[in-house]
């Protein structure tokens, strides 16, 4: 078997993201989480909140990895990962809330745009979305570590890097996407939440 994927990154935000995710997350009943990478945000998420079901999607690659950390932990309200490339048409059905974390910058401009336009077109009326991660303001990084995260991000792959949030967010509102928070979060990072309007 292989070894069980592990990012420190999520268990440095995990609890952050928590605190915000219960106090929006109260009402909703199915949450389609993009881009689950590790499967830790997941098992973390659906035990603090055993109220709602928690469907977990990434590329092919990653889900071995997930089903891992799922299979372990074994709670009842957790699905094992769909395979989702945010391009294809074939999405899960049924959420009432999105959540993602740490994608906008690692998809090209236009595949993290689409991502956000079908999100708001595939929500219910009054779901949420909420996004996880580094955003520019205005053009400008809100730190040094930012703007070096970025020229890296960008010295692996150019389509990559840290997105402006006025873009993210004209994106969401041209789907009916109405902001709702911006919250800082740890490591100069965001967690933006839109309800469908």
Not at 66 to 75: D, G, S
Not at 168 to 189: F, R, S
């Amino acid at each position: 078997m292989s070894v069980k994927p592990f990012s420190q990154a999520c268990e440095n935000n995990k609890a952050p993201i928590l605190a915000v995710l219960q106090r929006h997350f109260q009402q909703v009943h199915h949450v389609l989480e993009i881009g689950s990478g590790t499967g830790q945000h997941a098992v973390y998420f659906s035990k603090a909140m055993p109220h709602l079901i928690w469907q977990t999607s990434d590329r092919a690659d990653y889900l071995p990895g997930i089903r891992q950390w799922i299979v372990e932990c074994a709670h009842p309200n957790i699905r094992l990962p769909y395979e989702l490339d945010v391009l294809q048409t074939d999405w899960p059905t049924g959420f009432d809330a999105v959540f993602s974390a740490n994608t906008a910058h690692i998809m090209s401009w236009p595949t993290a745009r689409h991502m956000i336009e079908q999100v708001g077109l595939r929500l219910p009326s009054a779901g949420l979305f909420a996004l996880y991660g580094p955003f520019n303001y205005q053009g400008n990084y809100t730190s040094e570590s930012n703007r070096q995260f970025d020229q890296h991000l960008q010295a692996v792959n150019p389509d990559q890097g840290i997105r402006d949030f006025e873009m993210i967010n004209e994106t969401a509102e041209a789907v009916g996407l109405t902001l709702v928070e911006d919250n800082p979060m740890p490591a100069n990072n965001r967690l933006i939440i839109w309800r469908k309007t």
